[in-house]
């Protein structure tokens, strides 16, 4: 390791992952602010993420599904697949893993100097999502146990996660953000034939801003930027938390490497944005299959926008920042 004093703001999933590599590579590790301070959200994670984050974790308890039944598009029937996935609440998930932290991960509410600090906290400014969409979710007794459900509507999609005590985690996403939330949710669910398993009106329903975005900001000398600091993926993609763990995987790999670190920092930005062109191929050949409305045109030019961009970056040799300055390197190395 070339450095030994890591700072960590944030300490969500990525943070908390950020810390205890650093520390298990021996850094002396400052975890700083807080709890997560967001509403509970329920996290569906797929075997991949469930993989990693056992590897990195040990064991995690959660609500074990073996199925997954979808109906996307405008004219396409229901397909039901065997899918394992676990769904964990957040902010437990992130409560569990803070007390596994090495004891000398210490805590703090001011920064301490640092060789390197990592940002995993919130979205900097002055970098726009792709799109405007929202998620809508909620709670609702369900009568399904082992099987979430995906349809879409014509307005958008619509997800029913069995949580196992008899209620159900719901999430819809628009591109249009809802007047009335719970209304929506609830008319959504039954335009989308979901309410046979649904079986009472969504409760506890909050929006939130679901369009991906990847900040420009995301590696400078003795700075990186990790998780939710950096990048936010659709929630459709399903692997927005295991992306989240590998940016942490990823920036800790910069910390630890004795290499010259200018060479990793573009490195890892390159990495990012090409995790970021991928995602949003992704959402566009998905969204495109699902929907012909004005609102969800918009999204995808937008989206076509940002991916053009991107291609751009891709292609031209300085596809990231180049850390060259002597300032910089006598800073990094
Ligand atoms: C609506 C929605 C649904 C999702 N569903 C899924 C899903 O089903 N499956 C999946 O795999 N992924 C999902 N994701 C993605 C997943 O939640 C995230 O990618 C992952 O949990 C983010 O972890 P994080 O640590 O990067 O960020 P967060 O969990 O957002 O943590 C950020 C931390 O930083 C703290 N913080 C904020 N500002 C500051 C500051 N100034 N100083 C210090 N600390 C600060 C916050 O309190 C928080 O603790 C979803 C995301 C959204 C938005």
Same mark, same amino acid.
């Given at each position: 390791?070339?450095?030994?004093?890591?700072?960590?703001?944030?300490?969500?999933?990525?943070?908390?992952?950020?810390?205890?590599?650093?520390?298990?590579?021996?850094?002396?590790?400052?975890?700083?602010?807080?709890?997560?301070?967001?509403?509970?959200?329920?996290?569906?994670?797929?075997?991949?993420?469930?993989?990693?984050?056992?590897?990195?974790?040990?064991?995690?308890?959660?609500?074990?599904?073996?199925?997954?039944?979808?109906?996307?598009?405008?004219?396409?029937?229901?397909?039901?697949?065997?899918?394992?996935?676990?769904?964990?609440?957040?902010?437990?998930?992130?409560?569990?893993?803070?007390?596994?932290?090495?004891?000398?991960?210490?805590?703090?509410?001011?920064?301490?100097?640092?060789?390197?600090?990592?940002?995993?906290?919130?979205?900097?400014?002055?970098?726009?999502?792709?799109?405007?969409?929202?998620?809508?979710?909620?709670?609702?007794?369900?009568?399904?146990?082992?099987?979430?459900?995906? +349809?879409?509507?014509?307005? =958008?999609?619509?997800? #029913?996660?069995? &949580? $196992? !005590?008899?209620?159900?985690? /719901?999430? %819809?996403?628009?591109?249009?953000?809802?007047?009335?939330?719970?209304?929506?949710?609830?008319?959504?669910?039954?335009?989308?034939?979901?309410?046979?398993?649904?079986?009472?009106?969504?409760?506890?329903?909050?929006?939130?801003?679901?369009?991906?975005?990847?900040?420009?900001?995301?590696?400078?000398?003795?700075?990186?930027?990790?998780?939710?600091?950096?990048?936010?993926?659709?929630?459709?993609?399903?692997?927005?938390?295991?992306?989240?763990?590998?940016?942490?995987?990823?920036?800790? +790999?910069?910390?630890?490497? =004795?290499?010259?670190? #200018?060479?990793? &920092? $573009? !490195?890892?930005?390159?990495? /990012?944005? %090409?995790?970021?062109?991928?995602?949003?191929?992704?959402?566009?050949?998905?969204?495109?299959?699902?929907?012909?409305?004005?609102?969800?045109?918009?999204?995808?030019?937008?989206?076509?926008?940002?991916?053009?961009?991107?291609?751009?970056?891709?292609?031209?040799?300085?596809?990231?920042?180049?850390?060259?300055?002597?300032?910089?390197?006598?800073?990094?190395?």
């Amino acid at each position: 390791m070339n450095a030994d004093r890591v700072a960590v703001h944030g300490a969500g999933l990525a943070g908390l992952t950020c810390a205890l590599l650093a520390a298990r590579d021996g850094g002396a590790v400052t975890l700083v602010g807080g709890e997560p301070a967001g509403p509970p959200t329920e996290l569906v994670l797929n075997e991949a993420t469930v993989a990693l984050l056992t590897s990195l974790w040990g064991e995690v308890d959660g609500h074990r599904l073996t199925g997954r039944w979808s109906r996307w598009g405008i004219d396409a029937g229901p397909v039901q697949t065997p899918s394992t996935a676990l769904v964990v609440n957040e902010q437990r998930l992130v409560a569990v893993l803070a007390e596994r932290l090495p004891d000398r991960v210490e805590r703090a509410e001011t920064a301490p100097p640092a060789d390197w600090t990592i940002r995993a906290s919130a979205r900097p400014a002055g970098n726009p999502p792709v799109g405007r969409r929202v998620a809508i979710t909620g709670y609702a007794p369900m009568s399904e146990t082992r099987v979430s459900r995906m +349809a879409t509507t014509w307005r =958008g999609w619509v997800q #029913a996660v069995p &949580l $196992g !005590d008899g209620r159900g985690f /719901l999430r %819809a996403v628009s591109p249009v953000p809802p007047d009335d939330p719970e209304d929506f949710l609830g008319a959504e669910i039954e335009a989308a034939g979901l309410d046979e398993w649904v079986v009472g009106p969504p409760e506890r329903v909050v929006v939130a801003p679901a369009a991906p975005w990847l900040s420009r900001q995301r590696a400078e000398p003795g700075r990186l930027h990790v998780g939710g600091g950096v990048l936010r993926l659709d929630p459709l993609s399903g692997s927005g938390a295991g992306q989240a763990m590998r940016t942490a995987m990823l920036a800790t +790999a910069v910390v630890r490497d =004795g290499r010259p670190a #200018a060479d990793l &920092l $573009g !490195d890892y930005h390159r990495r /990012l944005g %090409a995790a970021f062109h991928r995602h949003l191929i992704g959402c566009t050949a998905n969204y495109r299959t699902a929907f012909d409305s004005a609102e969800w045109a918009g999204e995808l030019h937008i989206t076509a926008t940002a991916l053009a961009g991107h291609a751009a970056q891709l292609h031209s040799r300085s596809g990231g920042p180049v850390f060259t300055g002597r300032r910089d390197v006598a800073a990094m190395t």
